[in-house]
């Protein structure tokens, strides 16, 4: 049963500290999406990557934030300095690069920032 | 730009009754897609069910289906037979093509369903 996952999926840190979230996506997909969802903002796309190559990352705070691809079957999303506003479910998810493709969606990383 | 709006933050319904969850969305495409995500207490989020843009039929999975009202631009899902298991955040969400045949997911804020027994 092929699924996405995500390490840690729970992380407490303290502000200025550097979170680094990790996602296996579905062997085959060659898309892969970083969400960040809060009760205020919902469901936002942060960045996503084509073939390992990131496409979009207009989403993410570009000062604190960046988001790899080192293989196929890593994505990292990283956070330095971390900020109590950084506090949120960060989502992976995979699919197939077309309008009709269904993303699966990894279990979540619940990040809080002290 | 394309937004999706879900109207209703909470809808409640009783156990085997059925329950409309609205969607309505902003595009000028003409190709794409609309999906139906389900995100229970787990926070696993699953797709429930979609429906191609050219396509006038209404989809249908077991006890969900879909009113696709294209003109109106107007994506609401039907749940029959509603069950304790349905209680979740249900999100609708809209596929386009971003430029350089690039897709992303567009979600609205969600719908928080809660099934009384």
């Known amino acids: 049963d092929a699924r996405v996952t995500q390490t840690p999926r729970h992380k407490v840190t303290e502000m200025g500290q550097e979170v680094t979230m990790r996602c296996q996506p579905i062997l085959g997909h060659n898309t892969v999406f970083w969400y960040r969802q809060t009760m205020m903002q919902g469901l936002e796309l942060l960045a996503y990557f084509r073939n390992r190559a990131p496409l979009d990352d207009s989403g993410m705070p570009k000062d604190r934030f960046s988001a790899e691809m080192p293989d196929a ?19 992976c998810a995979s699919g197939f690069n077309s309008v009709a493709s269904e993303q699966f969606f990894g279990p979540g990383t619940r990040l809080t920032v002290l | 730009a394309q937004t999706v709006t879900q109207s209703q933050p909470e809808m409640s319904v009783q156990e085997a009754e059925t329950v409309t969850l609205s ?9 794409y897609y609309l999906f139906w995500y389900k995100q229970p207490p787990s926070r696993q989020m699953i797709l429930v069910i979609r429906q191609e843009a050219y396509k006038q039929q209404n989809a249908t999975e077991n006890r969900f289906s879909v009113n ?8 609401s899902l039907k749940i029959s037979d509603s069950q304790l298991g349905d209680a ?5 969400a809209y596929s386009f093509n971003s430029g350089g045949s690039n897709y992303k997911l ?9 099934v009384n027994p």
């Open chain 2, 68 to 75: 696709f009202q294209k003109a109106a631009k107007s994506f």
């Open chain 2, 88 to 92: 979740a955040m249900y999100f609708c």
């Open chain 2, 106 to 114: 567009t979600f609205g804020k969600g719908t928080l369903l809660t």
């Open chain 2, 23 to 31: 969607c309505t969305y902003d595009t000028s495409e003409s190709d």
């Open chain 1, 73 to 91: 079957t890593l994505a990292t999303l990283k956070i330095q300095p971390s900020e109590p506003r950084d506090s949120a479910v960060y989502f």
